[in-house]
């Protein structure tokens, strides 16, 4: 029998003879064969030769020798791919193999070509695993730099944009969906100081500054210039002189404080309440939206110099429905950040398969609350694709029912249009909090929204504040 040139090398670990003549006799001419008959001929083998794929089968000398061989074939050849190779299904027993380091499971009914396919599956594994660790110390050095995890085409694109933005003083609008990291990518934006420290970074949510404080808050006040100025105090703008302010979510910013910013961003001057002298400032403004502010302005909800003033650069975060090439490495990092140890949590292949097909919402940040919800609720530490929330599951269950259709609300004309919105949104929040009995982290999930957004609404309303 001719074997390719350069051929994948498989080991078969398995006391039946027979077999291991069914399986070079169907896959030689693409696979060079080595056997062993038992777990320490396989060590030796190991240690011996470079091997690609191990087939372990789980019972050798004793009805769990495979599983104890698992450990010891890692230490031997840390880079072979084990599968476990069983003539019955035990579930206990497989996820225990691939909590030790198995990468797949394959029965002994079945047929070559599916063996085969098992094989082409797990060459591919290492093959991506090989790639990965050529490119671990580059993507070390990514996330040290960036902290975005990925190596998708739309991040490495955001942060070759990351790279030229750095270097301008230009404002700088991110766009994305909610919890896709805009406010990461704008810490990302700072320049690296003299003395090796990262620039200044402020943080301001648009949405809950209100007008009667905003240029308190914003550009500070003096002792004495009103009922309860005990002590002169800095803004927001000088805390950020030298550096970057950034305003989440711009376009929840009322129009009034729109206003009041911009003499202030075309100035860099600030004039603090109570001072008759104005501070000349440096600072770069990055601001964030998942709204489409060029709808507002032709709305009238977003002023129009303001938007020329702050749309110089644009970057725009994917979500991660477009990215899901992504969410391995995602998962891997939201478990070591999460439970401070690396691997505490694993997923079967099939699990990462349900989690990528999911739409995620919430994006990344959904994510990331998905791997502490496992840390929390899942006594195993291998992931099967039960084991996940039922929302992972809903497409396998077909489409559901057309819904009624429902009465239509009254409609009250002396409400303007934000009033009847307000309204509506109160009423809806009311009678979600109530039938989930004031669950926040429950009708975060069902009803699509983010933790902090809601809660935020939900204060806003005083609904929580009522019971």
Same mark, same amino acid.
């Given at each position: 029998m001719?074997?390719?040139?350069?051929?994948p090398k498989v080991l078969i670990c398995d006391d039946d003879r027979n077999l291991h003549l069914a399986i070079k006799s169907?896959?030689?001419?693409?696979? =060079?064969?080595?056997?062993?008959?038992? +777990?320490?001929?396989?060590?030796?083998?190991?240690?011996?030769h470079q091997i690609d794929i191990l087939l372990l089968d789980m019972e050798l000398r004793t009805p769990t020798e495979g599983l104890e061989i698992i450990p010891r074939a890692k230490e031997a050849q840390s880079d072979a791919i084990i599968i476990f190779f069983s003539g019955?299904?035990?579930?206990?027993?497989?996820?225990?193999?691939?909590?030790l380091g198995a990468h797949d499971y394959v029965s002994k009914d079945c047929s070559a070509e599916d063996l085969a396919h098992v094989f082409a599956k797990a060459l591919q594994h290492k093959t991506l695993q090989t790639k990965a660790s050529q490119l671990q110390h580059e993507i070390k050095s990514i996330t040290r730099r960036f902290d975005l995890i990925g190596t998708s085409e739309g991040i490495q694109k955001i942060r070759r944009q990351i790279d030229r933005a750095r270097t301008s003083s230009a404002p700088v609008v991110i766009q994305g969906e909610t919890g896709t990291g805009k406010e990461v990518v704008a810490r990302l934006?700072?320049?690296?100081?003299?003395?090796?420290?990262?620039?200044?970074?402020?943080?301001?949510?648009?949405?809950?500054?209100?007008?009667?404080v905003a240029e308190s808050v914003l550009f500070g006040f003096?002792?004495?210039?009103?009922?309860?100025?005990?002590?002169? @105090?800095?803004?927001?703008?000088?805390?950020?002189?030298? +550096?970057?302010?950034?305003?989440?979510?711009?376009?929840?910013?009322?129009? =009034?404080?729109?206003?009041?910013?911009l003499r202030v961003i075309q100035e860099k001057e600030v004039l603090r309440i109570g001072s008759a002298r104005p501070? @000349?400032?440096?600072?770069?403004?990055?601001?964030?939206?998942?709204?489409?502010? =060029?709808?507002?302005?032709?709305?009238?909800?977003?002023?129009?110099?303001?938007?020329?003033?702050?749309?110089?650069?644009?970057?725009?975060?994917?979500?991660?429905?477009?990215?899901i090439e992504d969410i391995p490495l995602l998962l891997n990092h939201f478990v070591e950040m999460h439970t401070g140890v690396p691997g505490k949590i694993t997923f079967l292949p099939e699990t990462i398969e349900r989690i990528q097909s999911y739409s995620f919402p919430g994006n990344v940040r959904e994510l990331s609350n998905l791997v502490l919800y496992l840390d929390s609720m899942c006594e195993d530490s291998v992931i099967a694709p039960m084991d996940l929330p039922p929302q992972y599951h809903s497409g396998k269950e077909g489409p559901p029912p057309a819904p009624r259709a429902a009465p239509?609300?009254?409609?009250?004309?002396?409400?303007?249009f934000y009033e009847a919105v307000e309204s509506f949104e109160k009423a809806y929040l009311s009678k979600a909090y109530e039938k989930m009995? +004031?669950?926040?982290?429950?009708?975060?999930?069902?009803?699509?929204?983010?933790?902090?957004?809601?809660?935020?609404?939900l204060k806003n309303y005083g609904i929580h504040m009522a019971r």
């Amino acid at each position: 029998m001719i074997v390719k040139k350069h051929a994948p090398k498989v080991l078969i670990c398995d006391d039946d003879r027979n077999l291991h003549l069914a399986i070079k006799s169907a896959l030689g001419r693409d696979y =060079e064969f080595k056997s062993a008959f038992n +777990g320490d001929e396989a060590i030796l083998l190991l240690k011996k030769h470079q091997i690609d794929i191990l087939l372990l089968d789980m019972e050798l000398r004793t009805p769990t020798e495979g599983l104890e061989i698992i450990p010891r074939a890692k230490e031997a050849q840390s880079d072979a791919i084990i599968i476990f190779f069983s003539g019955r299904t035990n579930l206990e027993h497989i996820k225990t193999a691939i909590r030790l380091g198995a990468h797949d499971y394959v029965s002994k009914d079945c047929s070559a070509e599916d063996l085969a396919h098992v094989f082409a599956k797990a060459l591919q594994h290492k093959t991506l695993q090989t790639k990965a660790s050529q490119l671990q110390h580059e993507i070390k050095s990514i996330t040290r730099r960036f902290d975005l995890i990925g190596t998708s085409e739309g991040i490495q694109k955001i942060r070759r944009q990351i790279d030229r933005a750095r270097t301008s003083s230009a404002p700088v609008v991110i766009q994305g969906e909610t919890g896709t990291g805009k406010e990461v990518v704008a810490r990302l934006l700072r320049k690296t100081l003299p003395d090796q420290s990262l620039e200044p970074f402020v943080a301001v949510d648009s949405s809950t500054i209100q007008s009667s404080v905003a240029e308190s808050v914003l550009f500070g006040f003096e002792k004495g210039s009103f009922t309860g100025a005990e002590k002169t @105090t800095r803004g927001l703008f000088e805390e950020a002189d030298g +550096g970057v302010i950034y305003f989440d979510e711009l376009g929840n910013m009322p129009l =009034e404080i729109q206003n009041k910013l911009l003499r202030v961003i075309q100035e860099k001057e600030v004039l603090r309440i109570g001072s008759a002298r104005p501070l @000349t400032l440096d600072f770069r403004v990055v601001c964030a939206t998942n709204r489409n502010l =060029e709808k507002m302005v032709a709305e009238g909800r977003f002023k129009d110099d303001l938007f020329q003033r702050l749309n110089v650069l644009q970057i725009t975060i994917p979500p991660l429905r477009e990215r899901i090439e992504d969410i391995p490495l995602l998962l891997n990092h939201f478990v070591e950040m999460h439970t401070g140890v690396p691997g505490k949590i694993t997923f079967l292949p099939e699990t990462i398969e349900r989690i990528q097909s999911y739409s995620f919402p919430g994006n990344v940040r959904e994510l990331s609350n998905l791997v502490l919800y496992l840390d929390s609720m899942c006594e195993d530490s291998v992931i099967a694709p039960m084991d996940l929330p039922p929302q992972y599951h809903s497409g396998k269950e077909g489409p559901p029912p057309a819904p009624r259709a429902a009465p239509q609300p009254a409609i009250d004309l002396s409400q303007t249009f934000y009033e009847a919105v307000e309204s509506f949104e109160k009423a809806y929040l009311s009678k979600a909090y109530e039938k989930m009995e +004031g669950n926040i982290s429950r009708m975060s999930m069902d009803l699509r929204m983010d933790r902090s957004y809601l809660h935020r609404k939900l204060k806003n309303y005083g609904i929580h504040m009522a019971r």
